[in-house]
Structure formats: C-alpha cells, structure tokens
C-alpha cells in the first residue's frame, strides 16, 4: 500500500508538530513542486567488500523489493548490517556487485539526481544562512524567481520561516535537522533517501521530527526509503518495513522480515496491533519481550548509593 493512497491528501492530513512556532505552513503538492514520486526496484542485489587479505565480504546478499511510487519504506536492522549499505545503492552513491537498481523504471545512475539523501547530522554550511543552505538543494538552472519561491515555502512547510537568516550556530539541532530537510526537498526529489535522519536528536524533538515527516510527506508526497533503528519510528511512519539480518550459515543481509504496517498514520502508538508488530520485529532484532538483549548478561542488583 502506498502512502498516496493512505494519508497523502486525506483532509486534516498536515497536523501540526507542536503548538509552538514550529508549526508548519499548510502547502499542498503544488506549491512544494514535488510533482513527481517514483518507484525503485531493487532486484537480486549483492554487496561485497574487501575482508581480511582481500577476500571479499558479503555485506548485503539477494535483496530483491519493489517500492511503489509515494510509498515510506522503513529499514530496519542491527548495526552494520548493511542498512546505509543499501540506501547509498539506491541514490547511486555506490555500485552492486551484481543485480541492478531501477528508479522510475531506469537504471540508477551516479549520484542520481531523481534521489536526494538526508543524514544523521544535518551537515550545514555553517557560514551560511538557512535560506542559503535549503537552496543548496535546487536542481543546478533553476531559474531564480522559480528558486527563492521554492526555498521560502519549504522553509514555511518544516516551521523555520522565523530563522530564514539564522546561521547553523545560531538554531537548534532540531532546527538544523529541518533544514536539512527542506534541503534535500528542494532538489524535488522523486526518491527521498533518510539515513537515521533523527537519530542524533533528543526523545522528544524526535517525535516532532516524526510528526514533521508526515506533514512534509502529506505536502509533498515522495516515495521515501528510511533507515532508522527505532522500530516504534517505523511503526509510525512506514507502509512497509523491512527488516534485514542474516538467515543461518549465509553470509551477508537479507530481507528477513516483511511487514505491511496496517492502519492510517498517524497512528496510534499504543495500539494493541502495533504493540504485536513490535514484539515481532524486536525478536526480528534479537531483543526479547522485556528489552533484554539476547546473549548479554543481565545487570539484577543496583549498586548502593553512593554510586
Ligand atoms: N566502503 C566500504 N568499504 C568497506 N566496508 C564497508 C564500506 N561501507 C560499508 N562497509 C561495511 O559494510 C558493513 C555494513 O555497513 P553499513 O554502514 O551499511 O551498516 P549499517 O547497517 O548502516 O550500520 P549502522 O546501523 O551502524 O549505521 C559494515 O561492516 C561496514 O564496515
Ligand atoms: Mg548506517
């Protein structure tokens, strides 16, 4: 199911993040401009790298997914398992070592220009203003008018049009992780790529991240692909997860988990359902039902006071 088909363009769809002035300005499709969503397919890939004396590693192994056009696709799986591995394929910022990689039925190309990618840190010019940072996002020969125009209603859309001329050091790390939101909106990506975009933020502006994403998406509805290691953040935002790992005596990640996220978003977090998909895709992780680690020792007798 694509999102296009949930949530995108459902009346009352662009909530707001907070009550605060973070909220975003209600745009429709059209004046963000994303006019495009395409879909990736990813067919029968297989990554290798150099292991110990040059024999090679198998760090992703027969990933075959079809993406549809609009749809969020949540990764999910344990560090190094080849997550950012996969997405940097998809933005073709690196080469399988076989399959292939379609984006609106094309093959991928060198850092293709139908993808944009947003990261863990926001990675500002720090002499630059906001304003100036989203524009760094703007497809190279867009006419100026048609570029400010764009710049200043993506600034409406993520809440900073309070802070246009702020420098990085001068806004919050929230703020600078909008920006580099509205950044990578800029390029009117058809293909948006999210490697842990809200990792490095605290609980709370993390939830306002989440609720900001379906706002943007709701605006401007690209296909996402999302690696996050936060199930909960999948649950709320994904039509689909993944889960990758690896499956027994094989070398390299697969997709060992699918699941279809039921539900309109936003969703309901404590739900019955969700707390189900939880349970599964955190055994999925290695993590039992009480958040323990399989395999660590568990810590039972707290140290007296004082520590
Ligand atoms: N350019 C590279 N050369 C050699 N090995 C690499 C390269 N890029 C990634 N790897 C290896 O591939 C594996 C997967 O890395 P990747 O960064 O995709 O993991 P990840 O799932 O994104 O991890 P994390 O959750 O910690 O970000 C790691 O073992 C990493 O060392
Ligand atoms: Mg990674």
């Known amino acids: 199911m694509s999102s296009s088909q949930g949530n995108a363009g459902q009346p009352g769809a662009l909530r707001a993040v907070s009550e605060s002035a973070t909220r975003p300005a209600a745009v429709g499709s059209d ?4 006019d495009a969503a395409f879909g990736v397919s990813i067919r029968s890939i297989d990554r290798d790298f150099p292991g110990e004396r040059g024999a090679p590693r198998r760090v992703l192994r027969d990933i075959t997914i079809d993406v549809t056009p609009g749809e969020v696709l949540a990764i999910l ?3 190094g398992c080849g997550k950012s591995t996969l997405l940097r394929l998809a933005g073709g910022l690196d080469t399988a070592t076989a399959g292939s990689i379609l984006i609106d039925g094309s093959p991928v190309t060198p850092f293709d220009a139908r993808t944009a990618v947003g990261f863990q840190e926001p990675r500002l010019l720090p002499w630059r203003s906001v304003t100036q940072n ?6 190279r020969g867009t006419p100026k008018a048609e570029g400010d125009a764009r710049v200043a209603t993506l600034i409406d859309l993520v809440g900073l049009g309070a802070f246009a001329g702020n420098r990085p050091r001068e806004i919050s790390g929230g703020m600078a992780q909008r920006t580099s939101l509205a950044r990578a909106l800029a390029r ?3 293909v948006l790529l999210l490697d842990e975009p809200f990792g490095a933020l605290d609980a709370l502006t993390r939830l306002k991240m989440q609720d900001l994403l379906l706002d943007v998406h709701a605006a401007a509805p690209t296909t996402v692909l999302l690696v996050t290691h936060d199930v909960d953040e999948a649950l709320q935002l994904a039509d689909r997860i993944i889960l990758l790992g690896r499956e027994d005596g094989l070398e390299g990640s697969t997709i060992i988990q699918e699941i279809v996220v039921p539900g309109r978003r ?3 977090r404590g739900s019955a359902e969700l707390a189900e998909l939880r349970g599964r895709l955190l055994a999925g992780l290695g993590i039992d039902r009480h958040g323990e680690a399989r395999g660590v020792e568990k810590t039972t007798a707290m140290p007296a006071f004082p520590y």
Request: charged share 10%; hydrophobic share 30%.
């Open 134 to 139: 989203v524009a760094l996002g703007l497809p």
């Open 77 to 79: 799986g344990t560090s």
């Open 31 to 34: 004046a963000v401009g994303s």
């Open 188 to 190: 009117n990506p058809g």
């Open 266 to 268: 936003p969703r309901d």
